[in-house]
């Protein structure tokens, strides 16, 4: 059994040799049963999983699991007609049967347009269960002799990623928009960036795109396979990224309401193998539309009390509304080992995973494209580029060996060399701070000992004075006042009546030369220095 087997406990379900295995997808346990029954009745067919979840179908017939899912309209998240073409074109040989309320043209049409091979009013009737079932298995059966079985993980990736942030200023809009041209590297993947930030959405400044197209043209969209209208909704970015930017008028995002939303997500994860969603750090319809249904949603926090603060209410908002996605992980932006806040003390304050990557502090490397345009020609390699890919790796997407012109190899190959000159270029750093360091340390060290020099030589010269003011031997007296590593190397003569002693001064660093201090003194005076 599955782990979407949630609805009916089918653990002791025991194999039918040559019975066609059947899952049921339906939100209300009470007609779950009730299906459950009408399946068993006839005999020819075996029940094997339930699920209450659009997701949890889908996993079951990508996973080749069953041979038909009997799937309620009324399914969640997203409904049934929504993201009906997505789940057939990911599971081609798997029948499905839909189950309505109402019986209309329109359902028609839209369940055979989505790929569905029956419809039928709900509660039906055994016979009409079992008629649908066999002419979706017979459809399952012709399509699995002519294509093969469905192999796990093939057909259009559909992956939405919502990014979130804990507050304004963090960084959301920024993130997101590299980590869609992070994602485009290369042209493996097809990406759309979606900015459902309505009200105060930059994707469209970050990007240079003016917005001729906004979301709100595709307000009208009724059937998600209808590809016109998404092309023409979505502007297009130099890069090759494909961009729904959000409305000019920030009143106009009320009319981005919940079904509106999940018929564009749906169109949008039906053409595009990964969607990245910026929700901006306000929930509105549209944001927890998309936080629902994401199979990945990043927290954007930086490292201070306010953003933890905001985080904690945000991810409380998300449960209290039940929108929360369940791969949900903290990204910490402008991370560094001098904060006083870790991405440790985030997770268990805001009781969520952290990513591993961090995005370090990089104003200068991220000034270029806050201010002429989020573009990778503008980005270079640094820190900041190296953890965006890294976030990237990370959910998922590790380029891995899809074929790729010569032009985007050598950029890759630019890419890593340069982010090995980086690591190179910080260990030349170090060690020239540490030469520095040294080389200032030593400096200071010879002063101190031509300053203790001359003090010393000054005393032995004034007791050479006063034995020779006291008709003394006054060599002698001057010598005796030296300390042993200085009498080795002393010279002590007199001229008239001054006393004048040179002494070698040490040197730290070997020179070419010797260096010596000369100091003088009189009986009747203090005495002059020369070097």
């Known amino acids: 059994m599955t782990a979407v087997d949630r609805v009916l406990p089918l653990e002791d379900a025991t194999p039918v040799p040559g019975a066609a295995r059947i899952a049921i997808a339906c939100p209300h346990p009470a007609e779950t049963a009730q299906l459950a029954s009408l399946i068993v009745e006839g005999g020819r067919h075996q029940l094997v999983a339930a699920t209450d979840t659009l997701p949890g179908a889908a996993a079951l017939a990508r996973d080749g699991a069953v041979d038909a899912v009997v799937l309620h309209e009324e399914l ?5 007609f929504d993201n009906l073409r997505s789940l057939v074109s990911q599971a081609p040989a798997v029948g499905v049967v839909v189950l309505v309320r109402e019986e209309t043209p329109q359902a028609y049409r839209t ?68 980590l869609a041209q992070s994602l485009l590297e290369g042209r493996r993947l097809r990406v759309c960036l979606v900015d459902f930030d309505l009200q105060s959405g930059d994707v469209g400044s970050l990007l240079g795109l003016q917005p001729r197209r906004t979301v709100i043209d595709l307000l009208a969209l009724t059937d998600e396979t209808d590809r016109g209208p998404i092309e023409e909704g979505l502007s297009a970015h130099e890069s ?18 919940t079904a509106a939303a999940r018929r564009i997500l749906g169109a949008l994860r039906a053409l595009f193998d990964v969607v990245v969603v910026d929700v901006g750090t306000v929930v509105s319809e549209a944001g927890a539309s998309a936080t629902e249904v994401a199979d990945a949603s990043l927290l954007v926090v930086t490292p201070d009390a306010l953003a933890m603060r905001g985080a904690t209410r945000l991810v409380a908002l998300w449960e209290r509304l039940r929108v929360r996605g369940a791969d949900c992980r903290i990204l910490v932006n402008r991370a560094s080992r001098r904060s006083e806040v870790q991405g440790d003390l985030i997770g ?17 490397e991220l000034e270029p494209i806050a201010n002429g345009g989020g573009t990778f020609s503008v980005f270079k390699p640094g820190p900041v580029r190296t953890a965006i890919a890294r976030v990237r790796d990370e959910l998922g997407y590790r380029p891995g060996g899809a074929a790729v012109d010569p ?21 030349a750093e170090f060690v020239a701070m540490l030469g520095l360091v040294t080389v200032s340390v030593l400096l200071l060290l010879q002063a101190l000992l031509i300053g203790l020099t001359l003090v010393i030589g000054q005393h032995a010269a004034r007791e050479g004075a006063r034995a020779y003011a006291r008709g003394g031997a006054t060599e002698e007296a001057a010598l005796a006042d030296l300390p042993g590593a200085w ?19 040490p040197a730290l660093v070997p020179v070419a030369a010797d260096w010596t201090l000369t100091v003088e003194a009189g009986a009747s005076r203090d005495g002059r220095r020369s070097l």
């Open 76 to 80: 969640g998240p997203l409904g049934v």
């Open 111 to 178: 369940a055979l347009r989505g790929g569905a091979r029956g419809l039928l009013r709900t509660p039906p009737t055994v016979e009409d269960l079992h008629a649908a079932l066999d002419g979706a298995l017979d459809w399952s059966r012709v399509v699995s002799a002519g294509v093969g079985a469905p192999v796990a993980g093939e057909g259009p990736g559909g992956r939405l990623v919502v990014v979130a942030g804990a507050k304004g200023g963090v960084g959301t809009s920024l993130i997101a928009v590299l």
């Open 240 to 257: 090759g990224l494909r961009v729904l930017l959000a409305p000019e008028e920030g009143e106009q995002a009320e009319r981005v309401d």
């Open 348 to 364: 268990r304050v805001t009781r969520l995973p952290v990513l591993r990557t961090q995005i370090p502090a990089g104003f200068w």
């Open 407 to 427: 032009t985007a190899r050598r950029r890759r190959s630019g890419l890593r060399r340069a982010a090995a000159g980086e690591g190179g270029y910080l260990t």
């Open 487 to 505: 009498r080795a190397g002393a010279d002590v003569g007199r001229a008239g009546g001054d006393v004048r002693v040179t002494l070698p001064v």
